[in-house]
């Protein structure tokens, strides 16, 4: 008996193999694919969180997976819950594409992350917006943001932070397109949003910008790129307005006529930088602190500035003044 046993127990491991019949499947994870997954639709899964998550939380998070695809999105926003991280499965493989309004195609919230993802807006709407984002610790990593407007908005931003205290890392976001404004990453209202090796590109229009601040907004950046060009009338790698607080480190900033600008009661600390283009225009009432920066224009205005190892577009090296 114990050899019949036996000879049917090694049949079995021979003749049986279900790792490519039964998916393997895990707690407090939905997973999004074309075929095979739990969902083929990532909002469809997020709006059914209840079924696979629970009620998420710091001590049950969840994960929705969506793996290799394009997944349209038409006009709906994927928005996302906190404690419900989506990871996508790159960002060259993964690609959420639609068109919806002010809401953006994703929206972020607190306590949630967003991954190795590609969001695309194609600016089919007054404001295109590719993703929003909203409240504190919550994060963006690793993500292609972008949109393409073709002169179908009047408005475009890649990543639009109201009130948010965001960290935005390893993130690509380039605008082109919209008639009016392009900007790649806008900061509004009170948060302390934080971007570090980010690469930010606006393009077009009559105005764009690389990184615009807004209404008491108090921003850090390192080791970023935050470019701006192609407008019929200004472009501004960087703009501050209204009590803006931003500091940046390690990082090239680029526009013309100006690269830089303040404009009502901001403060910016620029170190270890490099300045391309235009200059850096200071309203009265702002003021700037330039260290170990190099500029290729001078600074305008009536603010405030103090400059230490300064060297501007000739090479010349400035102590204790600025140029």
Not at 13 to 33: L, M, P, S
Not at 81 to 92: A, L
Not at 165 to 184: D, F, H, K, M, R
């Amino acid at each position: 008996m114990t050899g019949l046993t036996s000879a049917f127990a090694g049949k079995a491991d021979v003749t049986h193999n279900h790792d490519t019949v039964y998916q393997e499947k895990y707690a407090g994870v939905a997973v999004v694919a074309q075929s095979g997954g739990d969902y083929t639709d990532p909002v469809t899964a997020m709006n059914d969180s209840a079924v696979w998550c629970g009620i998420p939380s710091a001590t049950n998070p969840c994960l929705l997976k969506i793996m290799p695809g394009v997944y349209e999105m038409g006009a709906n926003t994927l928005v996302m819950q906190g404690y419900i991280d989506v990871e996508g499965s790159g960002e060259k493989v993964t690609k959420l594409p639609g068109n919806a309004n002010y809401s953006g195609v994703v929206s972020v919230v607190s306590n949630s992350e967003l991954r190795f993802v590609t969001v695309e807006s194609r600016g089919m709407a007054d404001m295109a917006r590719a993703i929003v984002t909203t409240g504190s610790n919550l994060k963006i990593a690793a993500v292609t943001a972008a949109v393409t407007a073709n002169n179908d908005a009047n408005y475009a931003v890649g990543i639009y932070n109201e009130s948010s205290s965001v960290i935005i890392i390893n993130t690509t976001v380039t605008v082109s397109g919209a008639i009016y404004s392009n900007e790649a990453i806008s900061n509004y209202g009170i948060g302390a949003p934080v971007l570090i090796n980010v690469a930010a590109t606006a393009t077009g229009g009559q105005n764009s910008y690389g990184l615009k601040n807004s209404q008491y907004v108090t921003a850090i950046v390192r080791n970023s790129s935050l470019r701006a060009s192609g407008s019929s009338n200004n472009t501004w790698g960087v703009s501050n307005y209204l009590n803006t607080s931003v500091e940046i480190s390690n990082s090239i900033i680029e526009g013309a006529p100006w690269a830089i600008q303040n404009w009502q009661g901001d403060s910016l600390s620029l170190s270890h930088s490099e300045v391309r283009g235009g200059g850096i225009s200071l309203a009265q009432n702002t003021q700037a602190k330039l260290f170990f920066t190099k500029v290729s224009a001078g600074m305008y205005g009536l603010g405030s500035r103090t400059c230490a190892a300064v060297i501007d577009s000739g090479n010349t090296f400035h102590a204790n003044d600025c140029p």
